[in-house]
């Protein structure tokens, strides 16, 4: 029987969604960087290790890994996403990062810009900000959206010391959001 090593996203296990305040009120750095932008989603990833593990971990999702592990339904979701994106022009170059949207590596602190190298994401279409021992946040944009992905290691509270939680956050600039076209 030939078996293969799981990948990182694979070995999350389940995940569930948390309250905005799982993330707003921990001291992360991003915040620095995202006061005009609206938290839309924090979800907690169950992952055994520890911090030192983050930067394998951001590599599985820089190297698209998880799509090995995703379902037909979202693969075939994300396929017609880029296709329909690149029928309308959304993701075209003049749409993103320094052309429609300045990139908040612009805002990084000196600390933050000198930090470790992120892994590069050649498989999606995000651009790393910053990889720190215990976060690390990307962002894109596009002409549909301005958004950053941050990853927060955080220990587990009567769990034990070896097991921490991964919050997969997402984060959307203000300007997608109009209060007009909510009903």
């Known amino acids: 029987m030939i078996t293969r090593a ?7 296990g389940s995940s569930m969604k948390l309250p905005s305040s799982a993330h707003t009120s921990r001291r992360w750095r991003i915040h620095e960087l995202t006061g005009d932008f609206r938290l839309e989603d924090v979800w907690a990833l ?3 290790g520890g911090p030192d593990d983050l930067p ?3 590599s599985g999702f820089a190297s698209g890994e998880f799509s090995r592990g995703s379902s037909r339904a979202a693969s075939t979701l994300w396929a017609i996403r880029w296709k329909v994106g690149r029928l309308l022009g959304w993701d075209r170059s003049d749409a993103g990062l320094g052309s429609r949207v300045p990139t ?3 805002r990084l602190t000196a600390d933050l810009r000198d930090a470790s190298r992120c892994p590069d994401f050649r498989a999606l ?3 790393p900000l910053y990889l720190l021992e215990n976060e690390f946040a990307a962002e894109i944009a596009n002409r549909t959206v301005h958004g950053v992905l941050h990853l927060g290691f ?3 509270c009567g769990k034990p010391e ?13 300007e997608h959001f109009d209060d007009t076209c909510i009903g």
């Open 162 to 174: 070896a097991f921490v939680r991964l919050d997969f956050v997402v984060l959307l600039a203000a």
């Open 154 to 156: 955080k220990r587990q």
């Open 46 to 48: 169950p992952t055994p």
């Open 125 to 127: 279409p995000f651009a």
């Open 104 to 106: 908040l590596r612009e």
């Open 6 to 12: 799981l990948s990182p996203i694979e070995r999350c």
């Open 56 to 58: 394998w971990l951001v």
